[in-house]
């Protein structure tokens, strides 16, 4: 290998980033405090929305379990997801006693299929929780519809999905309950650890941010800030401690501003993908309806039927090439707890299972140069030894 090792993902953190950090540093401020205020704010105008509700979190885990917690779900209840995903997905249903119904894909999108979750709701149904895989919006409209239908509540995971549109409207802004946003270092903006909840309910926002920390009536940078005595507080609920530092927040207020412009550079790539790739083997990423957004947070790529490698040897072929990659997702029904728990087979979840078995995702961020997108199209039609 002559050249240096293409990493599967990389951050790009700029000298506005650096300088909000040091800043915050000098503040003498580094935990939940006037930065992750202003992030929040700055989140709520950027959806076009001041009046929503948005808490900055630690993670998208989080998030996701706050909001459900704060919609009431418990023992006794269920939610319905996708398989394809990543277990955070899942796991924070099992935090709060509920259980979970996974349902497949579309192939033609890897997002849940609408069609399938009429037949996945018992009367224990509470919500459904959709996943806008890889930063393509999943079929919002006849999600909603289903909900309204069937009296369920909407949790987006939308960790992959800034920015991402459904019908024009960027996700944050639908009539679901709560979305959830990640900036986990590899997202389309990153603050190293992060996520934000978003919602219109204000009594879930209050809720969700007295349990963002410990329960508590008030937060320290309100306890601490005010121009009177103000030590006293009240624990009202067993809480957790989710809170987004101010030092995370830094980089975020800045990562937000060049969302746009990063969101631009990863469609960009994608399309040179989607033309180079014409003509081989390949079944390339499912691409946005006209004048939608995808965030382009992955570009998953699926190996047609006789492209003469398997799925495993491909990625090693790449890795020997010297371009990172990985998988996106091992399902769910995949993983040995949920197999297990709720007895699931792979023929449960056909599409799920044969996207999974086909499938990989190429580097698409916005430090790559065009001759590191070249390089990772030259060495696909290498692997594939086209």
Known sequence: MSQAFLPYALPEIGDDEIAEVVDTLKSGWVTTGPKAKRFEADFATFLGDPTLHCIAVNSATAGLHLALEALGIGPGDEVITTTHTF?????????????????????????????????????ATRAIIPVHYAGLAADMPALLAIAQRHGLKVVEDAAHALPTTSAGQLIGTLASDATVFSFYANKTITTGEGGMLVTRDAALA???????????????????????????????????????????????????????????????????????????????APMPSAGELHAWHLYAIRLADGAGVARDRFIERLYELGIGCSVHYIPLHQQPYWRD???????????????????????????????????????VKTALGA
């Open 87 to 123: 277990t955070a997905t899942a796991e924070v249903v099992r935090y709060l006693g509920a259980d979970v119904r996974l349902v497949d894909i579309a192939p033609a999108t890897l997002n849940i299929d609408p069609g399938l979750i009429e037949a996945a709701i018992t009367p």
């Open 341 to 379: 728990r709720y007895q699931l087979k792979a023929s449960d979840f056909p599409h799920s299972q044969h996207a999974y078995e086909q499938m990989l995702s190429l580097p698409i961020y916005t430090r790559m140069t065009d001759a590191d997108v070249e390089r990772v199209i030259a060495a």
């Open 206 to 284: 209050q809720r969700a941010k007295v349990m963002r920390l410990h329960g508590m009536s008030r937060d320290a940078f309100d306890r601490f800030t005010a121009n009177v005595p103000s030590w006293y507080y009240e624990v009202i609920a067993p809480g957790f401690k989710y809170n987004l530092t101010d030092i995370a927040a830094s980089l975020g207020l800045h990562q937000l501003k060049k969302a746009h412009a990063f969101q631009q550079r990863r469609a960009a790539i994608a399309a040179r993908y989607e033309q180079a790739f014409a003509g081989l083997p390949l079944i390339s």
